[in-house]
Structures are given as C-alpha cells and as structure tokens.
RNA sequence: GCGGGGAUGGCCCAGUGGUACGGCGGCAGCCUGCUAAGCUGUUUCUCUUCGAGAGCGAGGGUUCGAAUCCCUCUCCCCGCGCCA
C-alpha cells in the first residue's frame, strides 16, 4: 500500500506516477473525493464519540453521588443511535476509499526508464561469452546494444526438451497424464543436479550474510493479500479448496509476511533472508508461450533472497541483490544480460526491476532466468513491518530477487553446456562437488 | 481430534463493570571531569489549529459505560489420542 498521507500532501507525485505507468488519473482522482468525504465523517463521528463519553462520565459521577441518571442515560442512547448511523455510512465510504487504495501503484524510482513494452526494457549491459548460431548474430548483437562478447558456432544446439527427452532426464508424458500439462517429472542426474543448484544457491547466500529459511507453502488470505498485489492473485495463485489458503508462487511472500506486524530494532536491519521453496503457479495468461518442456511449468523451485532494510539504502541493496545474482549466473558459467524495467510493465508493488536475461543459444535469445525488485515501502507497508528510530517508528523498504530458478537454470545448463552430438552435457564446475559428477550422458 | 491453561503498548507484567498500574528497554533533556548511576519528560494508530477518537489476540453481543460479563473464531503452551 501507498503512503496516504504522502498522497495527500505531493498528490502530483501520484499522479505523475500513474502516468508514466499509463494508469489513468481515475483512480487517483476517485480516491480523493472518497477521502474528503471520509474525513468529513469521520470527524462527525468522533465528535458524537466524544459526546457520548462525556455524558458516561457524568453518569459515573452522578452514580457516586446517588443521583438520578435515567435522563442522562436517554441522551446517551440517543447519542449512540447517532453514532451508529453515522459510523455505518463511514465504514461504507472507508471499504470504497480502501478499495481504491489498495489500487493505487507504488511510486516509481526515478531511474526507471519511461517506457511501454517488453521489448523496449533499456538494456544495462552484458557479461559472458555467449555461443551464438550464425543467423542469431544480428538479433543477439541488437539485444545486447552491440557490446555482447560471442563465439559463432556452425550448428544450432538442441533444445532442451529434444535434449532431455534423447537422454531420459525428463517425463513430460506422465506427467501430463498424472497431473496435466505443465508437470514434469525430473529423472537420474537431472534431478541430482537440480538438488546441486538448490545447495550451491543456499551456500553461497548462507555465505554472504543471509539467514536461510524454509517458509510454509501456503497462506491464508490476509496475509498473502498483503504481502502480494491482485494482479498476482488472479492469474497465478491455487487456491486450496474449502481452506483459506493458497500455494505460493515465491518465497518472497511468505518471507515478507516473516515479520508482519513487527517493530524491528535499528541494529536487525538490514536483515537478509535466503528462502528454498517450491513454487507454484497457474500460468493462466501463458496460454501458447512455452508450452512444451520445463521452461515455464506449474511448479518449480527456487532460491530466493529477500532483504529488509533502511529506506535510504533500498537503491544500494537492490545493487546488492543484482550484484548476487549476476555473481551466481557468472559463476555457472551462462552468458546474460541486465535488463532496467520499463515504468509500463512494473509491477503495482515496484519502484524499480532489474531482470537478468540468460543467452539461450537453442532458441536463439534471451530469456529471464532472474527478476530483482525494490518493492521500497509498499510491501511493508501493507505487512506493517517497522523499525524503531529516533524520529519515531518508520516502514522498512523489502526488496528480492531471484538467486537460481532450477527448472529455468537446468533449462540454460541443458541448452548451453551439450556437446555437438547432444549426447552429453558438462556440469558447471561449481556444482560438480555438490552433485558428484561432471557430465550427464544418457 | 479431546481436555486444560494462555494472548494487555518494543519487551515483561498488574488489572472481576466506571474509562489501562508498574517495571525494563528506546528516545529527549537535566545533572555530572568522562562513563555509569540518578532525576524529569516521552514512548501505538487515526483525524486534526486547539483538541479528539480508537486501541487490551480477531469478530460479534449485553450495558449509559467492557481489558473485565456472554457468544464465535484464530494462534501459542501443557497433557492425551492419531501420525510421516
């Protein structure tokens, strides 16, 4: 949730805001006529309130001195049918403001390109050695504003899904009979792999100053509602039936709603948490895109980090979280680039995204492998997530970022690392002491 | 699932129908060679010019008035049952 109070003293920042998200100004300018009217009965209200503790206060005194209270006590209920009248339209108008409220996009930060469109996110830079299929060139070149470091290779890698499929890592037949499309069973030293990515992630978080959790896999509205927007609630999360609960999507929410409610002391901050959970999602406006293999599938794992810090050192963090990931992409040997998010295609709770885009030499471009987002006060706001300072209590900034998507990670290794014959395919020398071997043949 | 106990401000804790006690911690000030101690004030949210309202796990109810009485629910602790 968005500051109310900012809003209704810098209400141009909104606006200018909403705008360069190419939000209409409806929303904003509905909120304000709710608000008006809001404080207007609230103060009503609040005065018919005091009346009426007045008059108990009289009855109190009058009681220990023997009085008679009956008349008093009519203008007290009096009072109180007044009262409640008037509350029960405040309510109406405060669920309606709210509503709008709860709408309204988080501020974004000032580096944020002013933009529309996917295609138009403002490239940041490169780093690797990418192995690109000669008719790839001019469109890898493009993608990288011309800095992009390659070798020309003469052959187009395999795709992983023909790849994996020649060498029996993964099941996507029975999986779609047993569960659906989507599914996948990962198999022998595919899997071994993966559980590699999982220890090798948590690692070297673990080593970099991140308390490393495992959070439930699923919550309850009122918190998953705080921690996420609405826009995430209807096209990606399960709903439990006949429970209030729903399977994440990332542990970035469950990590979030950790401290709900709390007032952190200034010396906790910045509290870096790493999470390892799996992560489900519905894909329902994926209808068509990567539907075959487990580039975007129902459920994956995932290494996340997560920090809670001071709002003046968000923008330093978020480098931070870039930093990591970048680090963990370098360190398996994968060729990427950074993407800085266009104001258009940010989500209602960022100010600001970076995405680190992998070099899918089978398909021939970029694909996400991780999204790092300075969500600033939004997200803690909703949460109500504080630190204590000298100047009273603040809203901690939170901010997350992807460190390895396995089934997206396994997806580059397979379509990055197989030899010629696509008959095998080299482990990333980092993970080789944490899965026990160096290639994976059939 | 059954029985018992519990939830009060950042933390601890008192409070059996008359408008939340005290301590610790934090912050500010005073005092003091320095530090510590001591003293004073302050400490949540909302609307505000003053000031007021709300707040005792959540939501209802009774009452002129509820932390307190009643109902429903949530979570935690102990015991029993079940169980990977």
Not at 265 to 294: M, N, V, W, Y
Request: glycine share 6%; hydrophobic share 35%.
């Amino acid at each position: 949730m968005i500051d109310v109070k900012l809003l209704r003293e810098k209400p141009e920042l909104f606006y200018s805001s909403c705008e360069a998200r190419g939000f209409g100004k409806d929303l904003l300018d509905k909120f304000f006529i709710l608000d008006r009217k809001w404080r207007e009965l609230l103060k009503q209200v609040n005065d018919l309130k005091h009346e009426k503790n007045e008059l108990s206060m009289r009855i109190s005194r009058m009681v220990k001195e023997g009085k008679d209270v009956a008349p008093v006590k009519e203008d007290v209920v009096k009072t109180s049918a007044l009262i409640e009248s008037n509350e029960a339209e405040l309510k109406i108008v405060e669920a309606e403001r709210d509503q709008i409220l709860k709408q309204i996009p988080n501020l974004i930060d000032e580096s944020v390109p002013i933009c529309k469109g996917d295609e138009n996110n403002p490239f940041m830079k490169f780093n690797g050695m990418a192995s690109v299929y000669g008719e790839d060139v001019e469109a890898f070149l493009k993608a990288t504003n011309g800095v992009g470091k390659y070798n020309v290779i003469d052959y187009r890698p395999m795709s992983h899904v023909d790849l994996q499929e020649k060498l029996g890592l993964v099941d996507l037949e029975t999986a779609g009979r047993v569960a659906g499309s989507r599914f996948y069973y990962l198999k022998g030293r595919l899997f071994k792999l993966e559980l590699a990515l999982i220890n090798y992630g948590v690692d070297f978080l673990s080593d970099r100053g991140f308390n490393v959790v495992e959070p439930p896999l699923m919550m309850n509205y009122e918190s998953m509602s705080k921690a996420t927007d609405m826009e995430t609630f209807r096209e990606s999360l399960y709903k439990i039936e006949g429970e209030d609960l729903y399977l994440i999507s990332t542990s970035e929410h469950p990590i979030a709603a950790m401290i709900s409610n709390e007032i952190l002391a200034p010396q906790d901050l910045p509290l870096r948490i790493a999470g390892f959970s799996p992560c489900f999602r519905k894909e329902a406006g994926a209808h068509g895109k990567d539907t075959k293999g487990i580039f975007r599938v129902h459920n994956f794992n995932k290494v996340e980090q997560f920090i809670f810090c001071e709002p003046e050192k968000s923008r330093d963090f978020h480098e931070e979280l870039l930093r990591n990931s970048e680090q963990l992409i370098q360190s398996l040997g994968l060729s990427y680039r950074v993407i800085n998010f266009c104001s258009g295609e940010l989500s209602v709770l960022n100010s600001k995204k970076y995405d680190i885009e992998a070099w899918f030499p089978s398909q021939g471009r970029f694909r996400e492998v991780v999204s790092a987002s300075n969500n600033t006060d939004y997200q803690a706001r909703s949460l109500n997530i504080r630190y204590r300072t000298s100047d009273g209590h603040k809203f901690v900034h939170t901010l997350n970022s992807t460190a390895l998507a396995t089934t997206r990670i396994l997806v580059a290794i397979m379509e990055n690392f197989q030899n010629r014959e696509g008959t095998e395919i080299k482990v990333p020398e980092p993970l080789v002491p944490y899965a026990g071997f160096d290639t994976i043949s059939s």
